[in-house]
């Protein structure tokens, strides 16, 4: 079985700051990982994912993320917020299929950039 | 390349009537998933069909809930006799051959 947690359902920086989401994972396999971006009343977009080759990986928007296996971690980082990243992240894991089956979803944590 | 197409966007049903959702995948996506977020939570997986064949459904509720990925057409969402609990945003998405899931822009589903 596997599980996403996500450490604060609300998160608020300010404008220029550094923007750090915690996201920890549990897989009895090699996880998958994801950050996904959502949009007040619009679907989910793909900020960036792990598939077992570098453990730093650079997504869109500036926002990147480090796997620690040691620390079962996926944390969502970019190093100066702007107004428009406002907006709920979520992280998510797969089987070693990576997406093919059904990701497992965090609850959320809702970004609050303040000016 | 047009995205993930959802219909409708909103969609206002009465207890006991039945609501179908539609899903339209990426040109060349032959894979579609159903998730479906309640407020205040996360996405919950549903189901995963390839074209005619549903590959897991370990998501979907026993009863009233349905999914097909017809041959030709969209994926469908059948929830049958719908109740209160049933008011969430159902997402659909879709994969090609990557491992990547592509997301449409939900329907709002609200059970009066």
């Given at each position: ?115 | 390349?047009?995205g993930v197409m ?17 899903c339209?995948p990426m ?65 659909c998405a879709s ?7 592509y997301f449409g ?8």
């Amino acid at each position: 079985a596997q599980s996403v947690t996500q450490l604060g359902s609300h998160v608020s920086v300010s404008e220029g700051a550094l923007v750090l989401l915690r996201c920890n994972y549990s897989s009895s396999v090699p996880p998958y990982l994801f950050w996904y971006v959502q949009y007040p009343n619009q679907g989910l977009q793909l900020l960036l994912k792990y598939t077992s080759a570098a453990t730093l990986v650079k997504g869109i928007n500036g926002f990147e993320a480090e796997f620690k296996k040691s620390e079962t971690s996926f944390h969502l980082t970019k190093p100066s917020a702007h107004m428009s990243d406002a907006a709920e992240y979520f992280c998510a894991v797969g089987y070693s299929g990576g997406g093919a089956d059904g990701l497992t979803f965090g609850k959320g944590t809702h970004l609050i950039i303040q000016p | 390349n047009a995205g993930v197409m959802q219909n409708p966007r909103h969609l206002v049903r009465r207890r006991g009537q039945e609501a179908r959702l539609r899903c339209s995948p990426m040109k060349g996506h032959s894979h579609v998933y159903w998730y479906r977020q309640l407020p205040e939570e996360g996405l919950k997986f549903m189901v995963y069909l390839q074209k005619e064949n549903i590959i897991d459904e370990s998501g979907m509720p026993k009863e009233r809930f349905s999914a097909e990925f017809p041959k030709e057409g969209p994926s469908i969402l059948r929830i049958q006799q719908v109740v209160r609990g049933d008011s969430a945003a159902y997402f659909c998405a879709s994969r090609g051959p990557t491992d990547t899931q592509y997301f449409g822009p939900g329907t709002r589903l609200t059970v009066l």
